[in-house]
């Protein structure tokens, strides 16, 4: 008869030697039968439960081939341990008249696959309660349940009895910087994909050593994927959100989200990265950019489904029919229900840049007035001085912190002077020191004292208003400054006027302007020659700007 075997090992965790052993024992076996040994098949670090393993998907091929009598292996539970996994095999080895011969059970029959099956699922059932029941205590010590995320580094420990401890891990800087970084641009308005284009370009590794993708950075905010979402980044370490079921027709695991209430959270404050403030800054952002991608909960909105390509895309409306203005060259604007439907007679269209150019002179001619220049300064001042007192307020504390445990020290140190020694004593004037040198480091990265503003804050900001167009065009700025300015504009009407495309604003930016000019006439800007009214729309009357 012709034999093969068949050996397997669980997980890394354990050696590669387990399938020589495996193979030596069922080698000896064969040649006590006086069989023909037929071949080899193994899978190495492959779990029982999952039928889908190479070698074990190898034999089933070749037994429908017939190219072995028998198998043998160690005992059933390397070949399966799913109880219905095991009843299939059996019957298609019946099937093809293949005999089933292990070490520990003998030649396998429907009352071992009954009992055996049972006992393999129930190990299985016990030691996933075991493993998880495991690293929940280890997660409630503060410490990693699972793999190592993108802004720390493995601590490897080991406890009195010299034994390894795992979950061990500490900030990277280089790593954690990158993850404020992302932070902060996303904040500002860069899009993901943007940042981690940029990010590559920089040459900048992503998690593992990958490159660096847009779902990498944004993930899924419901399942607490994806680096904006990882809460480990504000000093909570969140374990158990989902766990994992496997699908009986592919064998492969999918996630199912558990109750919020079976959730384990822990405070881990010394791996915090980011700030309060601006956790809860990307938080807005995020529930900003799901709302302008959705309505009324209908799922997302394919025409927003993409960041808007130019500074005024998906706001230029017809002023005759009330439709879209698309694009309908390289550098035009027309009319879409004209072109598309018929449904219009407004034909007239307008270049891309001169419209942005009428816009942007609208801002650079009337949004720099006195009070408003005025206004901004006296709020700018107020609002950097705020900041700045917080963040030296810390520091000072930190000062008295280390002033009194300087004085607690000289306390104890006469007092040992005296003859005072006890071991309780010994224990505090360590600990003092630990804490002196401590904040001895903190204080010497202490910010320097604020700087005074510029005197000429405004003709500063003047200025660069006056280069706005210039300014919208720096890729760092770009993003974050056309959103500001989408952001005061709810809609542009080009509203055809003896030949010509007169353009009307509806928004903040209508009211500022018309408050801006003192007055609520339209009010006309040259832009290569073409006459452009902006006026302010309904609703925006000067009483009502804030």
């Not at 917080?390 to 520091?395: P, T």
């Not at 006469?414 to 904040?439: C, H, N």
């Given at each position: 008869m012709r034999a093969v075997i068949y050996a397997r090992y669980s997980s890394d965790l354990q050696r590669d030697a387990s399938i020589e052993d495996q193979v030596r024992v069922c080698r000896e076996r064969i040649d006590r039968e006086g069989w023909t040994h037929a071949g080899i098949y193994e899978d190495r670090a492959r779990s029982g439960a999952s039928i889908l393993r190479p070698g074990y998907q190898r034999l089933l091929e070749d037994a429908r081939k017939g190219r072995f009598d028998v198998i043998v292996s160690e005992a059933l539970d390397r070949l399966s341990r799913d109880q219905e996994h095991a009843a299939g095999l059996l019957k298609q080895l019946r099937f093809l008249g293949i005999d089933l011969v292990t070490i520990a059970e003998g030649e396998i029959s429907e009352l071992h696959v009954g009992l055996k099956g049972t006992m393999n699922a129930l190990f299985l059932k016990d030691l996933a309660q075991k493993v998880h029941r495991g690293v929940e205590g280890r997660v409630r010590e503060g410490r990693s349940g699972g793999g190592l995320c993108y802004g720390y580094e493995l601590v490897r420990e080991l406890d009195a009895e010299g034994e390894r401890v795992r979950g061990g891990r500490r900030i990277e800087e280089d790593e954690a910087e990158t993850v404020r970084r992302i932070f902060r641009e996303f904040a500002v308005g860069r899009s993901p994909r943007a940042i981690a284009v940029q990010l590559n370009a920089e040459g900048i590794p992503g998690p593992n050593g990958s490159s660096w993708g847009p779902s990498t950075i944004y993930g899924n905010w419901r399942r607490g994927t994806g680096l904006l979402n990882n809460e480990l980044y504000i000093g909570k370490l969140v374990w158990n959100r989902q766990h994992f079921i496997k699908d009986p027709e592919t064998g492969k695991r999918q996630a199912r989200a558990n109750p919020r209430a079976e959730w384990v959270v822990q405070d881990v404050p010394d791996?915090?990265?980011?700030?309060?403030?601006?956790?809860?800054?990307?938080?807005a952002q995020q529930r900003h950019i799901r709302q302008g991608l959705t309505q009324d909960g209908a799922g997302v909105r394919s025409e927003r489904a993409r960041r808007p390509v130019y500074l005024l895309s998906n706001l230029i409306k017809c002023g005759r029919c009330g439709g879209g203005f698309s694009k309908i060259s390289t550098h035009h604007y027309g009319c879409s229900n004209a072109r598309n439907r018929g449904t219009c007679d407004n034909w007239l269209t307008i270049r891309r840049d001169v419209l942005e150019a009428s816009v942007l002179s609208g801002l650079k001619t009337h949004l720099m007035h006195p009070d408003l220049v005025k206004e901004f300064a006296v709020e700018y001042h107020r609002e950097l001085?705020?900041?700045?007192?917080?963040?030296?307020?810390?520091?000072?504390?930190?000062?008295?912190?280390?002033?009194r445990v300087d004085r607690q020290i000289r306390a104890l140190?006469?007092?040992?002077?005296?003859?005072?020694?006890?071991?309780?004593?010994?224990?505090?004037?360590?600990?003092?020191?630990?804490?002196?040198?401590?904040?001895?480091a903190v204080l010497e990265h202490a910010p320097k004292p604020a700087p005074r503003l510029h005197p000429k804050l405004a003709e500063i900001y003047r200025a660069k208003v006056a280069n706005l167009q210039e300014e919208l065009n720096r890729p760092e700025l770009r993003t974050e400054a056309a959103d500001a300015i989408r952001s005061l504009i709810e809609e542009i009407r080009l509203v055809p006027m003896n030949g010509k495309l007169e353009i009307e604003l509806g928004g903040d930016l209508a009211g500022i302007l018309a408050l801006a000019a003192g007055k609520k006439k339209p009010v006309s800007a040259e832009g290569d020659g073409l006459q452009a009214t902006l006026v302010a729309g309904e609703g925006f009357e000067p009483s009502t700007f804030r």
């Open positions: 791996l915090r990265i980011i700030d309060d403030a601006l956790w809860n800054a990307v938080k001085n705020r900041l700045n007192a917080s963040r030296e307020q810390v520091y000072v504390h930190k000062a008295d912190e280390a002033a140190v006469e007092a040992i002077k005296d003859g005072m020694r006890t071991p309780t004593m010994k224990q505090e004037l360590l600990a003092l020191e630990a804490r002196k040198a401590e904040l001895a």
